[in-house]
């Protein structure tokens, strides 16, 4: 069965086993599922964060993660996919992001999962505002961040 | 074309969209963002590094030297941190 991609961008937090209970009900063509959750730190180092509010770019975001999601599936063998992404205010240990990735084998859901982490880090036009005590700036983006998508161009 | 601003651009940019008419000799991506500069000092402090500003046409990344004939929407953002 060919994998249907579900994408969501939603101010509202999600869960987790709802989700993936979503994914896998009635199917028996799923042996694995892997599932990233992008979580809000409470700090970085010394720096305390009271809260990250997340913008987004609507019609773009929807279109960038459906495009990532598109080439996942065309690389490896996978029988569902799940991306849900949180915009607005967000606090520390709440959830920020969600990946499911579903598959015959565990190999290519590890794979897909970290795959689409990294090219939606990179890529997907999200970005976060930081409140700390001294006050609110934006967060950097880290060169790693784009290496890290890199990476799977090369192999 | 409409042109979008996210982020720290749209705050120093001071809106987050706008309806643009750029003369016919601003044709690349690169091109834009030099014309909107001479608008304002609040577009030449959004644009003050251009190497670190992203840009979509169409909902779809695009290098500074992207033709803009015939884009609907354009937008200019910082890099992305999402995830």
């Keep these: 069965m060919t994998a249907a991609a579900t994408i969501r961008i939603q101010e509202a937090d999600f869960d987790i ?5 979503g994914l896998t009900k009635g199917r028996t063509d799923i042996g694995a599922v892997v599932s990233f959750s992008g979580i809000c730190r409470g700090g970085e180092g010394d720096e305390r964060i009271a809260a990250l509010t997340l913008e987004h770019y609507p019609g773009m975001a929807e279109a ?6 598109e080439r996942a599936m065309a690389r490896w063998p996978l029988t569902g996919l799940t991306v849900v992404h949180r915009v607005g205010r967000i606090v520390p240990g709440e959830n920020i992001v969600l990946v499911l990735t579903a598959s015959q084998h565990r190999q290519a ?9 990294d090219y939606l880090k990179a890529n997907a036009p999200f970005w976060k505002r930081q409140e700390s005590a001294d006050g609110e700036n934006w ?12 990476r799977w161009t090369q192999s | 074309m409409k042109v979008k601003y996210f982020a720290w ?42 190497r670190v500003i992203r840009a979509a046409v169409d ?13 609907r929407e354009i937008a200019f953002f910082p890099p992305m941190t999402g995830g």
């Design chain 1, 139 to 150: 967060v950097e983006a880290r060169d790693h961040d784009d290496e890290a998508a890199a």
């Design chain 1, 17 to 21: 086993a709802r989700e993936i209970a």
């Design chain 2, 9 to 50: 651009v749209r705050e120093r940019v001071g809106k987050s969209e706008e309806m643009v008419e750029p003369p016919p000799d601003v044709k690349t991506v690169a091109d834009l963002m030099a014309w909107l500069v001479k608008r304002s000092e609040a577009y030449a402090h959004a644009f003050e590094t251009p």
């Design chain 2, 59 to 71: 909902h779809t990344h695009v290098k500074s030297d992207t033709l803009i004939a015939g884009a």
């Design chain 1, 109 to 117: 859901a590890f794979q897909a999962a970290e795959f689409l982490m």
């Design chain 1, 64 to 69: 960038e993660i459906a495009r990532h999601a």
